[in-house]
């Protein structure tokens, strides 16, 4: 009878183990969220905050890449301000030059460089703001 209960015990044990070892549903998401990304060409990557990027954690935070071959920018930087408005800090002031979506609220700041337009976020939406944002970096780069 006792090897019963310690054969039962001993499973539920291991099964506790391998379920603690799924991911949660947040980070489930987040892994959706990147390889979707990365599917429409768009590159994710998690840095450091920047320290231009005002933020009130020190957490790591998503900076996506767009790649646009046949462009050729300088540099310049936008970020968006505590009103919701959008300033450009550094360089030409390319953010005013294409309407802002209002899906690009969930962005931080947006960054431009040579062939290169990237956006910092929390990744706080889901897939369907990629392909807004996407063709709004590929204007701006325009």
């Known amino acids: 009878m006792s090897f019963w209960w310690i054969l039962a015990l001993v499973l539920v044990f291991v099964g ?9 549903p947040r980070e489930q998401a987040e892994l959706l969220l990147r390889n979707t990304a990365k599917k429409m060409n768009i590159q994710p ?65 947006v960054e431009g460089q040579a062939n290169s337009i990237s956006f910092y976020w929390y990744e706080e939406a889901g897939v369907e703001v990629l392909e807004p944002l996407k063709n709004w970096l590929q204007a701006l780069a325009q």
């Open 16 to 24: 506790g183990q391998m379920l603690m070892l799924r991911p949660n």
């Open 45 to 109: 990557h998690l840095v450091p905050p920047p320290n231009w990027l005002q933020t009130d954690s020190k957490r790591l935070i998503a900076c996506y890449s767009v790649i646009i071959p046949t462009a050729t920018m300088p540099y310049w930087r936008a970020e968006k301000q505590s009103d919701h408005s959008w300033k450009a800090v550094a360089g030409n002031d390319v953010i005013r030059k294409q309407p802002i979506p209002d899906i690009a609220s969930v962005v931080l700041a």
